[in-house]
């Protein structure tokens, strides 16, 4: 559960997904759940390759078909994210953590 | 009874206009059900919207209802191919009801109707079993270019 939580804190920041069908779209992330599914408000896609996109204006993407997400560096903290990631293993490892 | 009315008219207001900050019945609902599957799409029921499969298709119509894996009903819906070099397109004659599998889905958004209708401007409709099986084509040829260049690297001794 650790990345949901992680996403949450990206609400309202503005991240690039890669898809597996290798189209990229730029937005507002609005919303994710437990899958890891995004929903993304005032998107940019090139629509000259995919016009599909033309129209719409928010879109809930599944989380099974995203390959990246590009998040701007500035909005993460690395080493509270390593932190984090490492004491998740350790719990679900079972193991007792450092100095606790 | 004067009470009674005032509580009547001060929910109709909730529910169904939006308010100062533009709050519709569906935002109080994302509010009360934060970061659940449910929330992001309750927003699009009852909306004409787009959604994109797994293979590339699109089918576009009234979004009724839906479930935590992403499965979808959609009425009056129809389906799109669309050919962006030759800025050609296809669309089945029929409406239908689409049920379909949430594994199956890409992406669904909603369309703003106004900018749908001058999407399609400037770009030509073709037979629509004509569009489909070209894009049948194009999606066999593209595979089996891949697996060409799969091929040709293996013979330099390295993975695709």
Known sequence: MLFFSFFKTLVDQEITVELKNDIQIVGTLLSVDQYLNLKLDNIQVDTEKYPQFLALKSIFLRGTNIRYIHLNPSTVDTNLLQDASRREAMASAGEKIAGR | ????????????????QPSSNN???EDIYLQSYPFTTAAAIIGFVDRKVNAVLIGGRSIIGVLRTFDQFGNLVIHDGVERVYFPETKQYGESLKPQIYVIRGENLRMIGDLDIDIEDKSLIGWERIDFIDAYNRFKKDIRDEKNKKKEDAVKILEYGAFV
């Open chain 2, 23 to 25: 709050m519709f019945q």
């Open chain 2, 1 to 16: 009874m004067t009470t009674l009315n005032s509580v009547t008219v001060y929910k109709v207001n909730i529910f169904l």
